[in-house]
């Protein structure tokens, strides 16, 4: 029934920055744990970061610390991930996701999924 939509990857330099947004709708529950989850060829799906829209608390993977920025707006449905100072390494493709609160395992247990946008940093 909840549904996310991506936008915003593309193709930069390292060096450069991007900002992915998603929309989830429709917002049925008070609050959500809204996360950015990625996944390179040949590699484990990860999470990069989350947010509780409820308390605004940011959870975020160490290899992105400094780097990315995950943020919501006022009305809640909608979490970007501001990715600055891009890596080759974090080419990959960027997945929005949500569950019902973060727990303490943030990046576990995530029933809905987005359709992915594709972010490629070259060197």
């Known amino acids: 029934q909840v549904q996310l939509m991506e936008s915003g990857g593309g193709s930069v330099q390292a060096g450069g920055s991007l900002k992915l947004s998603c929309v989830l709708s429709?917002?049925?529950?008070?609050?959500?744990?809204m996360g950015w989850f990625r996944q390179a060829p040949g590699k484990e799906r990860e999470g990069v970061a989350a947010?509780?829209?409820?308390?605004?608390?940011?959870y975020y993977t160490d290899s992105v610390k400094g780097r990315f920025t995950i943020s919501q707006t006022n009305a809640k449905n909608t979490v970007y991930l501001q990715m600055n100072s891009l890596k080759p390494e974090d080419t990959a493709m960027y997945y929005c996701?949500?569950?019902?609160?973060?727990?303490?395992?943030?990046?576990?247990?995530?029933?809905?999924w987005g359709q992915g946008t594709q972010v490629t940093v070259s060197s």
């Open positions: 947010i509780s829209t409820g308390s605004g608390i940011t």
């Open positions: 996701a949500a569950k019902s609160y973060c727990s303490s395992d943030w990046s576990a247990d995530f029933p809905y």
């Open positions: 429709p917002y049925i529950y008070s609050t959500y744990c």
